[in-house]
């Protein structure tokens, strides 16, 4: 179907007008009044109403309305379950009725001058699990809103769902005075040399960024420089910080299209906040000095989120403790010391992918995590973004002092402390060697010596890696991962923001080209502490991938739609599951599918259910019925790096079980086959997407093995492609046979020494 969908709807694909509200310099009061202009103008609606949840009290409240009696803000309240309003929040269903006062359960309150209006329309706002209020429209004319509207409200709710919810929060919180952090310090004689490990190759040198603690200090260390700051600094340096942050949200919505959303949202709640910034401007009228100020409110809201037992609110200090630094930071501009941390390296404990997007902003040059543990996600972000990164168990990082200049070299995993000369110019002069040496011509297309067509696709994370993909001639991407768009934002990415990224990428890759996509891999690892998900004991085997999607249908279906609708008019679309562990579960997967394609031709919304669904395999279970499901699937892709690990039980970020995590182990082999073998039989694409597709010393058996397809990091294609190009697929499949003959890990080490193409 092709129909056009009506023209209010391209306001929740542009940001423009979203942002202007959100990043506005009004009070809270009046972005929330704006919210609503700006919804009644798009949805031609006589009435928009903004209804919040009490902190305390739980009673609904309206907050903001465009249309109602504005005497009636803050005066009308209602008990969840109460009035259409309150049934709207309890069940967290959109209601859409023609005559609202001829509906059971409509409630009337005298003061709101509702009289006029007959049509109702209103969508639960939540983020994530938790329920933060209700949006409301109206018109004069009965029967006016329709499906398109219901979808309209729903996506531009989930667009501001995270500004309406820091609003929210910032307006009920009466916060006692807090103590304020302890000071940092340094330890002193440092070692020169520390081993850590990367999986990336670049490098970097700068001085230290300042640490956790030492920044956290100047949110409380007395001003030294004598200076006596006015009021019209402290409200230059809030301008400063405003037009900063504006700045870097228009950065990312051009050069990451997936961070095109407000990740500053809670930066700029807290700057239209009459509690965090007019406070801090009636301290300063009251005779306080503007840096002693800041650094009181900022303390006192660091303490009160600090102490909230929900992860996600813990996680609002580090924005309260950022802003802090930018106000300070922009108010002492003069003082060298406050200097932005560009071209520093920053060491901390632990980084969430947002956190690594902020700082690339920044301009730091890489990221040491001296915590010895890392999500997955924050790696292969920093290798996206071709930031250095390398990992190192060792605290005296954490401690080093803010003078201190670091050289980076991830090829190795090294850090130097304090180079001198000697080891420098010794690092240049091998950084120029590697740079002189030339790749080889990479091909269009690959074969193997004796001419057996092997496909090299391309996995990417962002957008912006298609550039690379395509320089290096990949025939298409084996796996898009889409979790990206939803780790480094503050909130489920709505319906449209999702089309737009999908979109994109469709757009950018060759017709003939294939281009997979895999659903949300959220779970485990890549934890989305807005989704209020309780901690699990153990992640790995828990609420994640296709199980979290099944379980939370509305995540899911915005997703399944978005896709679909971006696939219209392309060609060899592929969409895949993660982790799926049965029959049932992928059957249940399609049909979630097959039902938002139904749903989407009921709404008259123009999309393409023609595309390739398949899975990712990656649990043993799915081994024994293989050939059910090469029955059921238009593909399979062999995610490597998570079969190894359920396969041996070894947790591959574990350093304690690092043996025991063995590419070659005969489980492993022997799965790897069955899988191709079954593809095989029905004729279907099986490819290798995880880290053995890249490695020179697995692709012999891979190929050997029966896949045709491999799909690696973009800066891999031209080593894959070479060690591809040196190989008979004849002498593979001998090899293949050998090592799949034997029983022991011995044994198969044994066959893969004696290789002679290692």
């Known amino acids: 179907m092709n129909i056009r969908e009506p023209d209010h709807l391209n306001l929740l694909c542009d940001m423009g007008d979203l942002t202007a509200i959100v990043a506005g310099d009004s009070d809270i009061e009046t972005f929330l009044e704006r919210?609503?202009?700006?919804?009644?103008?798009?949805?031609?609606?006589?009435?928009c109403s903004i209804y919040l949840a009490g902190s305390r009290s739980g009673d609904l409240v309206l907050n903001a309305t465009r249309g109602l009696n504005p005497d009636a803000v803050r005066q009308v309240r209602m008990k969840p379950g109460e009035g259409l309003v309150g049934k709207c929040f309890s069940t967290g269903k959109i209601?859409?009725?023609?005559?609202?006062?001829?509906?059971?359960?409509?409630?009337?309150?005298?003061?709101?001058?509702?009289?006029p209006f007959n049509s109702f329309l209103c969508v639960p706002i939540q983020r994530g699990m938790t329920r933060i209020g209700v949006l409301v429209v109206q018109h004069e004319e009965i029967d006016h809103f329709t499906l398109f509207d219901e979808r309209t409200l729903k996506t531009a709710v989930t667009q501001l769902a995270g500004a309406i919810e820091n609003a929210r929060l910032l307006m009920g919180l009466s916060p006692e005075e807090n103590g304020q952090p302890p000071k940092g310090g340094t330890q002193q004689?440092?070692?020169?040399?520390?081993?850590?490990?990367?999986?990336?190759?670049?490098?970097?040198?700068?001085?230290?960024?300042?640490?956790?603690?030492?920044?956290?200090?100047?949110?409380?260390?007395?001003?030294?420089?004598?200076?006596?700051?006015?009021?019209?600094?402290?409200?230059?340096?809030?301008?400063?910080?405003?037009?900063?942050?504006?700045?870097?949200?228009?950065?990312?919505?051009?050069?990451?299209?997936?961070?095109?959303?407000?990740i500053f949202t809670a930066h700029f709640m807290m700057l239209k906040d009459k509690n965090f910034t007019g406070k801090m401007e009636?301290?300063?009228?009251?005779?306080?000095?503007?840096?002693?100020?800041?650094?009181?409110?900022?303390?006192?809201?660091?303490?009160?989120?600090?102490?909230?037992?929900?992860?996600?609110?813990?996680?609002?200090?580090?924005?309260?403790?950022?802003?802090?630094?930018?106000?300070?930071?922009?108010?002492?501009?003069?003082?060298?010391?406050?200097a932005p941390?560009?071209?520093?390296?920053?060491?901390?404990?632990?980084?969430?992918?947002?956190?690594?997007?902020?700082?690339?902003?920044?301009?730091?040059?890489?990221?040491?995590?001296?915590?010895?543990?890392?999500?997955?996600?924050?790696?292969?972000?920093?290798?996206?973004?071709?930031?250095?990164?390398?990992?190192?168990?060792?605290?005296?990082?954490?401690?080093?002092?803010?003078?201190?200049?670091l050289l980076m070299d991830t090829a190795q995993g090294n850090i130097y402390i304090n180079p001198d000369r000697k080891t420098l110019d010794l690092f240049s002069a091998q950084r120029d060697a590697e740079k002189k040496s030339v790749p080889h011509d990479i091909l269009d297309e690959t074969f193997t010596r004796d001419n057996e067509k092997i496909r090299l696709l391309a996995n990417i994370n962002l957008l912006s890696e298609l550039r690379l993909a395509k320089e290096l001639k990949s025939e298409g991407i084996g796996l898009y991962r889409t979790e990206f768009p939803f780790l480094i934002r503050p909130g489920f990415p709505s319906e449209d923001e999702q089309y737009l990224i999908y979109k994109k990428l469709f757009d950018q890759v060759r017709p003939h080209h294939t281009?997979?996509?895999?659903?949300?891999?959220?779970?485990?690892?890549?934890?989305?502490?807005?989704?209020?998900?309780?901690?699990?004991?153990?992640?790995?085997?828990?609420?994640?991938?296709?199980?979290?999607?099944?379980?939370?249908?509305?995540?899911?279906?915005?997703?399944?739609?978005?896709?679909?609708?971006?696939?219209?008019?392309?060609?060899?679309?592929?969409?895949?599951?993660?982790?799926?562990?049965?029959?049932?579960?992928?059957?249940?997967?399609?049909?979630?599918?097959?039902?938002?394609?139904?749903?989407?031709?009921?709404?008259?919304?123009?999309?393409?259910?023609?595309?390739?669904i398949g899975m990712m395999i990656e649990l043993p279970a799915v081994l024994s019925t293989i050939d059910e499901f090469a029955g059921l699937a238009d593909f399979f892709a062999v995610g490597t790096n998570d079969f190894i690990q359920y396969m041996v039980g070894a947790d591959r970020a574990n350093k304690l079980v690092t043996d025991h995590y063995i590419p070659h182990h005969p489980a492993v082999c022997r799965g790897i086959r069955t899988i191709a073998k079954a593809a095989q039989a029905k004729g279907i694409d099986v490819s290798v997407c995880g880290e053995m597709a890249h490695d020179p010393v697995h692709i012999p058996f891979l190929i050997g093995a029966g896949i045709s397809t491999l799909s690696v990091d973009p800066k891999f294609?031209?080593?894959?492609?070479?060690?591809?190009?040196?190989?008979?697929?004849?002498?593979?499949?001998?090899?293949?046979r050998e090592l799949l003959a034997q029983s022991s890990i011995r044994g198969t080490a044994k066959v893969m020494a004696a290789q002679s193409w290692k």
């Not at 209601?95 to 003061?111: I, S």
């Not at 909230?308 to 922009?330: F, M, Q, T, W």
């Open 35 to 47: 919210t609503t202009i700006l919804v009644a103008k798009h949805l031609k609606a006589h009435v």
């Open 95 to 115: 209601l859409r009725e023609g005559n609202a006062r001829k509906t059971p359960g409509f409630k009337y309150f005298d003061n709101a001058g509702e009289d």
């Open 189 to 262: 004689g440092l070692p020169v040399f520390i081993k850590g490990k990367s999986d990336s190759s670049g490098a970097a040198y700068g001085m230290v960024r300042s640490s956790k603690k030492n920044r956290k200090a100047m949110l409380s260390e007395p001003d030294t420089s004598g200076t006596a700051y006015t009021m019209e600094d402290f409200k230059a340096a809030l301008d400063k910080t405003l037009k900063d942050l504006k700045d870097l949200q228009e950065k990312f919505a051009s050069s990451l299209p997936e961070s095109a959303s407000l």
């Open 282 to 338: 009636s301290l300063i009228a009251a005779g306080e000095s503007p840096a002693r100020a800041i650094q009181r409110m900022a303390g006192k809201y660091i303490g009160i989120f600090s102490a909230s037992p929900h992860a996600y609110l813990r996680e609002k200090a580090v924005d309260v403790e950022d802003l802090g630094i930018r106000l300070l930071s922009n108010l002492k501009a003069s003082q060298e010391a406050s």
């Open 341 to 405: 941390g560009k071209g520093s390296i920053v060491v901390a404990e632990d980084l969430y992918p947002s956190d690594v997007l902020k700082l690339t902003a920044d301009g730091i040059k890489g990221i040491i995590l001296a915590g010895g543990g890392v999500t997955s996600h924050v790696t292969i972000l920093a290798r996206s973004l071709d930031l250095p990164l390398i990992i190192a168990d060792d605290p005296v990082l954490l401690d080093l002092p803010d003078d201190t200049t």
């Open 515 to 612: 281009t997979t996509i895999r659903t949300l891999d959220a779970g485990g690892e890549k934890t989305l502490s807005y989704a209020g998900l309780a901690k699990e004991p153990n992640p790995a085997l828990g609420l994640r991938s296709i199980r979290f999607a099944l379980k939370y249908r509305e995540v899911f279906d915005t997703q399944v739609r978005a896709i679909l609708r971006a696939a219209l008019g392309k060609q060899n679309i592929r969409l895949m599951f993660p982790l799926i562990s049965s029959i049932d579960e992928f059957l249940d997967a399609k049909q979630v599918v097959m039902d938002c394609a139904r749903d989407l031709d009921r709404e008259g919304i123009a999309h393409n259910a023609d595309i390739d």
């Open 717 to 736: 294609i031209p080593k894959t492609q070479q060690v591809v190009m040196n190989l008979s697929l004849k002498a593979a499949r001998e090899y293949a």
